[in-house]
């Protein structure tokens, strides 16, 4: 039963270029969350999808970024127009509807701006 | 919102020997509090988890409690060995809506270190 898949693990872009990192969730769940760990800190909640709907989006930055989970397909992060300040390791994590509701992670995408 | 403090940041100890972390929150709606195992380059891994209608969860060396009325739950680790050696975050959540949990808040984290 494969995990929390998440791709690409590494990427590279120049200031100003846009970010996409993507997310397929465990098999049977259709809960995502996305959460961006900055160097040295702890994991910071960004949002919070199930298929086709933004159930809460209270810790994207108000600008640049966006999450959508389509109905076909990982979910995915962009951010435009990326800055220094938005290098940092991004983690998916899934979750079922039903059951314990435990959140499991992916991998994480770190994202290095140049 | 809710906000979760978590000590020590640093713990070091010697094989054999037992750790223990601890985190408090803020947040009275919160039910449900995980751990998560974090090496380095990976992504963080559940290893136990508690919900606010039970005291105490015990997993073969780990355990976890929780004090709703103070707010504060810990992880304890015994037998300590070398590969458990990471970062631990504890994480609160409350209910987003529905029958679905919602947002994990975490701790700082706390690396642990276990000497041979």
Known sequence: NAGVMQNPRHLVRRRGQEARLRCSPMKGHSHVYWYRQLPEEGLKFMVYLQKEN???????????????????????LRIQQVVRGDSA???????????????????????TVT | GENVEQHPSTLSVQEGDSAVIKCTYSDSAS????????????????????????GEKK???????????????????????????????CAASERAGGTSYGKLTFGQGTILTVHP
């Open chain 2, 59 to 89: 997993d073969q060396r780990i355990a976890v409690t929780l004090n709703k009325t103070a707010k504060h739950f810990s992880l304890h680790i015994t037998e300590t060995q070398p590969e458990d050696s990471a970062v631990y975050f």
């Open chain 1, 89 to 111: 390791a991004y983690f998916c994590a899934s979750s079922s509807r039903t059951g314990g509701n435990e959140q499991y992670f992916g991998p994480g995408t770190r994202l």
């Open chain 1, 54 to 76: 933004i159930i809460d989006e209270s810790g994207m930055p108000k600008e640049r970024f966006s999450a959508e989970f389509p109905k076909e397909g990982p979910s995915i």
């Open chain 2, 31 to 54: 039910n449900y509090f995980p751990w998560y195992k974090q090496e380095l380059g990976k992504g963080p891994q559940l290893i136990i988890d508690i919900r606010s209608n039970v």
